[in-house]
């Protein structure tokens, strides 16, 4: 039996107890979710943890009792007529949108719905679920539509895989990026400046730097050229892009300057097309590789906002490049193995691609939407990258490969695009001069290798559980003299090693040895030096790496040539070095 028939008819156990428990209550809809179900509700009453359990008890007693579940079919007229005595509005209202004339219930002891189902026979086939928490949701998600409670559960085959999944999100709850990000004083989000607006405190900032600077110092050697360009831009530019067509709904409201319509940018493509028409291109030129780590704007729903994986400002790691379609599929090969080098530089070791196909709503003509479909697939295929074929996701003006990435807990997140466009080039008349002094409209590729800085250091933060590597990490090292008599000695390592690259802190308080210890451990350090009267004498220190109770007594010169390694080499461990 499929995980998908037990979760759905899970949903429907949920709601036939709360109409058991709250008898006014009316039903909207609850289908299956990845890991389990929910269903949402209009009622009186506010949920809240106690009433979870109270419901979770209520569902047990109907498994208990074993009730059959049928299927009954209804003309479309007889279910709206059923469903308005029963006072069931929303399923009126569905019922009234669906062309179907023919419809099927599902019933179970006292309880009907509106289903198509299938689902299991008998109640007495459910019981590994546990509900997790209540949510609101406006009907048919129109927030000019009523505010429903949604239920959120998990259902399983067995306990068994219930007991592991649970353990699971007890993990996730202590790698949750925004829980972290306060502790380790990474990030912020302040009210005075607005909802999913990020404020990189110094620690983030450090990690940012890095990451940018290692994008930057890739793509220079690959043969890209770094632009910038403005926050905001008029209408019309947006116009000429299909933007205000396509995409409107995501633009922040257009401000008037000085009788001038002006939008603050959701992207950056339609800049860099302006930059490449700068001047006259020759085939010679290309491709040009012009990348941009350009800061764009969404206006997200306040309740779709979380952390940093949903905001309202964020920063891509965005480039476009301008080609010839003889070279396209070398182009999107070269894209793919600096995908990979930074995946491994990450510890990112397993990923899912897909090719997104044409959707309903596009622009341009379809042979060229089927020969750049072609160009991804085979640029796959050359890597012998497997991918899976994903219909209809394109965006309205080309195909695109999207990846996304397995961290160290199996979650899938969204991370690589390639797009291909023929459309922005001709919109805004883009050319070059071909090798018989013709024009032709160049290819762009469109190309975020990473997403966002934003929600990829939210990944990271969970992928690693904020045991960042030693190379990536704000704080490499934190020096912990046993007593005030090696604040000196101290301080001397404090300053020759900030000289040499590495990020040290060093813990002067009046604390025990122990408090400070674990005052770095909390802090997720990777390294700690501890100095008492030996290692001064020495000129060592005692070395104790994250994640081992060991220590070494290590000098300095030793120390400072491994730490430089572990920066040059980026090893995610000092561990490796001993």
């Given at each position: 039996m499929s995980l998908?028939?037990?979760?759905?008819?899970?949903?429907?156990?949920?709601?036939?107890?709360?109409?058991?428990?709250?008898?006014?209550?009316?039903?909207?809809?609850?289908?299956?979710?990845?890991d389990g179900f929910y269903y949402d509700f209009d009622l009186d009453v506010v949920f809240d943890q106690e009433s979870l359990k109270l419901i979770e008890k209520e569902m047990k007693k109907i498994v208990a009792e074993n009730l059959d579940i049928n299927r009954i079919e209804m003309t479309k007229?007889?279910?709206?007529?059923?469903?308005?005595?029963?006072?069931?509005?929303?399923?009126?209202?569905?019922?009234?949108?669906?062309?179907?004339?023919?419809?099927?219930?599902?019933?179970?002891?006292?309880?009907?719905?509106?289903?198509?189902?299938?689902?299991?026979?008998?109640?007495?086939?459910?019981?590994?679920?546990?509900?997790?928490?209540?949510?609101?949701?406006?009907?048919?998600?129109?927030?000019?539509?009523?505010?429903?409670?949604?239920?959120?559960?998990?259902?399983?085959?067995?306990?068994?895989?219930?007991?592991?999944?649970?353990v699971f999100l007890e993990e996730v709850k202590k790698r949750d990026h925004r829980k972290l990000g306060k502790e380790l004083d990474l990030y912020s989000?302040?009210?005075?400046v607005g909802a999913g607006l990020i404020l990189w405190l110094p620690?983030?900032?450090?990690?940012?730097?890095?990451i940018e600077t290692d994008l930057k110092e890739r793509q220079k050697s690959l043969g890209y050229s770094f632009v910038y360009s403005p926050h905001i831009a008029r209408s019309d530019l947006w116009r000429t892009s299909g933007h205000l067509d396509f995409y409107q709904g995501s633009m922040f409201p257009a401000m008037d300057i000085e009788g001038v319509s002006y939008l603050v940018k959701p992207m950056n493509c339609p800049f860099h097309t302006q930059v490449y028409k700068n001047k006259i291109r020759s085939y010679r030129d290309l491709p040009i590789r012009m990348a941009e780590l350009g800061t764009v704007y969404r206006c997200e729903r306040s309740g779709t906002l979380h952390g940093l994986l949903r905001v309202r400002g964020f920063t891509q790691d965005d480039a476009h490049i301008f080609c010839t379609e003889n070279i396209l599929v070398e182009e999107i090969g070269k894209i793919l193995d600096l995908m990979l080098d930074l995946y491994?530089?990450?510890?990112?070791?397993?990923?899912?691609?897909?090719?997104?196909?044409?959707?309903?709503?596009?622009?341009?003509?379809?042979?060229?939407?089927?020969?750049?479909?072609?160009?991804?697939?085979?640029?796959?295929?050359?890597?012998?990258?497997?991918?899976?074929?994903?219909?209809?996701?394109?965006?309205?003006?080309?195909?695109?490969?999207?990846?996304?990435?397995?961290?160290?807990?199996?979650?899938?997140?969204?991370?690589?695009?390639?797009?291909?466009?023929?459309?922005l080039p001709e919109r805004f008349g883009l050319e070059y001069v071909d090798a018989g002094g013709g024009r032709k409209v160049p290819i762009m590729l469109h190309r975020a290798l990473l997403g966002s800085l934003e929600r990829f250091f939210g990944i990271l933060i969970e992928h690693y559980a904020g045991h960042f590597p030693f190379w990536l990490a704000p704080v490499q090292s934190t020096i912990v003299p046993v007593s005030d008599e090696q604040l000196e000695f101290a301080r001397s390592l404090e300053e020759h090693f900030s000289t040499k690259g590495i990020r040290i802190s060093l813990d002067d308080t009046n604390k025990r040895l122990g408090a400070k210890i674990r005052q770095a451990e909390l802090l997720k350090v990777p390294s700690i030096m501890v100095v008492g009267n030996k290692e001064v004498e020495m000129n060592a220190v005692n070395l104790r790496i994250k994640g081992s109770r060991d220590r070494s007594l290590i000098n300095i010169e030793d120390l400072t040539t491994m730490f430089i390694k572990a920066n040059k080499t980026r090893v995610r461990s000092l561990q490796e070095f001993l």
């Open positions: 998908e028939i037990i979760r759905h008819s899970t949903a429907h156990l949920m709601a036939q107890a709360v109409k058991r428990l709250y008898k006014n209550t009316k039903i909207a809809i609850g289908p299956s979710t990845e007229e007889e279910a709206i007529g059923y469903f308005k005595k029963k006072g069931e509005t929303y399923k009126v209202n569905i019922l009234e949108d669906i062309p179907e004339k023919v419809v099927s219930l599902y019933r179970q002891g006292e309880f009907t719905d509106l289903c198509k189902g299938p689902h299991v026979d008998s109640t007495s086939k459910l019981g590994a679920f546990k509900l997790s928490s209540v949510a609101g949701a406006y009907w048919r998600g129109d927030e000019k539509n009523r505010m429903l409670q949604r239920i959120y559960g998990y259902a399983f085959g067995s306990k068994e895989d219930l007991d592991k999944y649970v989000v302040s009210d005075s620690k983030g900032a450090i990690i940012r730097e890095i491994r530089q990450y510890h990112f070791e397993q990923y899912e691609v897909f090719v997104s196909t044409r959707p309903e709503r596009f622009v341009g003509e379809k042979d060229k939407w089927d020969m750049a479909t072609e160009a991804l697939k085979e640029a796959l295929s050359l890597k012998s990258i497997g991918y899976s074929i994903d219909p209809g996701e394109g965006v309205f003006y080309g195909p695109k490969i999207d990846v996304k990435i397995l961290d160290s807990l199996k979650r899938r997140w969204q991370c690589t695009t390639i797009q291909v466009d023929f459309n």
